[in-house]
């Protein structure tokens, strides 16, 4: 039985790409080519990860504020294409310019444009957070401002660039106070229909063909649910795509896979039930086709602390667990991680560097090469398939999760399988493929992710062979007709 359609896998490139892609072109290329490269050395090994979606922050300008824009850390202040003369300055976002075209040149097909706030032009207190926690800092009589704005971001890429973006992000994590620390603008649920209703004019009025994606929730339960401590900034799926006043389901450039991110949502007592709770309300909505996982990255939770750089195999684990409920319980079309590259003493990055704006060392973690087992593998336009598994370890009070978590996906013409496996244990197992006669003399290609391995080709073999599935380990099984 065939399921959801995958769209691909992606990062964002706040923030350290505006500093990273001005370093040295050596380094900058070397970070591209772990990013998005689907080339292989010569012992097949692949180069990068293969991501096929890139995600650029428009920035709002807190940079030119310093340390008068609230925001301490240096490194998330972001330059702007505004000017305060009204004028634009298309030589702002250099590094992140550079990454734009790099991704590009390895095959990037699927770019999206979002912004954590309006520019601080057009906001209430001229900065690029709020002075009132929770409460928007944008005025309504600067929604065609902002949205003007938006679109000749999107024309300039277009006509200058050759580059179309396919989504426009114009808001993120509304639910969230956003007075500090970072850019950010909070917005209720009917301060987002309203805005998306002006930009979805203003970009049906321009030469471009980007779609508006909504709503980037902060935690999945502000999607389905309207019992929250979020009153009027929650039940974002109702509210958009039902019938309701705030309802967005009647324009024809919006977005129909709602986005939201899994932060919050990932202990144990939540990741599957949460995940059943959102596909249930997905379904329920007829304009509705599915949800897209916009942004994750580990913070503080019951089994993993997000504080620590760890480039080890245990938080690629936990990362490995959140994609797999994500695509399997909540039907997810893509899955995007936050920092593609950090600086920081946290676990929120796939690769690491000095943080220096001018050079510095690069670092890879297991994170990078477990999203790999994904990315590079399940090509955009394969489709999930349901997958029947029996092992014979187990722990009885915690199967669900100590199993070994497999997923399957198969192209169109059904010529190619992907088989990924995530063994969260500390022993192995032997199991077999069954995918019918047809399939018994194929071979497949055998990629892990381990203590020892990053996405290494670790063999190849008939499918009716045997197979070891090795202790703690991220394993991707490609195999062809």
Known sequence: MRIQELEGFGASDAWSVQY???????????????????????????????????????????????????????????????????TYDWDQQSGQQWFLQAARERGVENFIAFANSPPVQLTKNGKANTSVAGSSNLDRENYDAYADFLVQVLDHF????????????????????????????????????ELTRVLSEKLLGADVSCKIELSEAGDIIYLYDNFTDKNSKDNQI?????????????????SFNIAGHSYWSTDKSELIPQR??????????????????????????????????????????????????????????????????SPYDYKDGLIYTDKSESDGQVYTSKMLYALGNYSRFID????????????????EDDYTYSRVMTSAYTSEGNEKVVVVMVNYNDWEYTTSFDLGEDWSESSMQIYRTSATENLVLAGTQKVSGEILIEPQSITTFVIHK
């Not at 070397?30 to 650029?56: C, K, V, Y």
């Not at 426009?168 to 956003?178: A, K, R, T, V, Y």
């Not at 580990?298 to 480039?311: A, H, K, P, V």
């Open 276 to 341: 059943k709770s959102l596909l249930d309300k997905i379904e329920s909505i007829t304009a509705l086709n599915g949800y897209a996982m916009t942004e994750f990255c580990i913070l503080n939770y019951e089994e993993i602390q997000g504080s620590g750089r760890d480039l080890g195999i245990l938080p690629a684990l936990y990362m490995a667990r959140v994609i797999h409920y994500d695509l399997t319980i909540a039907n997810a079309s893509s899955w995007q991680w936050w920092l593609a590259v």
């Open 380 to 395: 955009a336009g394969m489709q999930r398939v349901e997958t029947t598994q029996l092992f014979d370890k187990s722990n």
């Open 20 to 86: 990273v892609g001005n370093w040295p072109d050596k380094k900058r290329r070397h970070i591209a080519d772990l990013l998005f490269s689907t080339e292989e050395d010569d012992l097949g090994n692949p180069i990068g990860i293969g991501l096929n979606t890139w995600r650029f922050n428009v920035g709002a300008g807190s940079v030119t504020q310093g340390g008068s824009s609230n925001i301490n850390d240096k490194w998330r202040r972001t330059e702007g294409f505004l000017q305060n003369d009204g």
């Open 238 to 254: 109702e509210e958009f795509f039902g019938s309701g006043e705030n309802s967005l389901s009647s324009l024809s450039n919006i």
């Open 158 to 193: 277009k006509k200058e660039k050759e580059l179309e973006f396919d989504l426009i992000s114009p808001l993120n994590e509304p639910q969230w106070d956003w007075d500090g620390g970072q850019e950010g603008c909070p917005f209720v649920n009917g301060e987002i229909s």
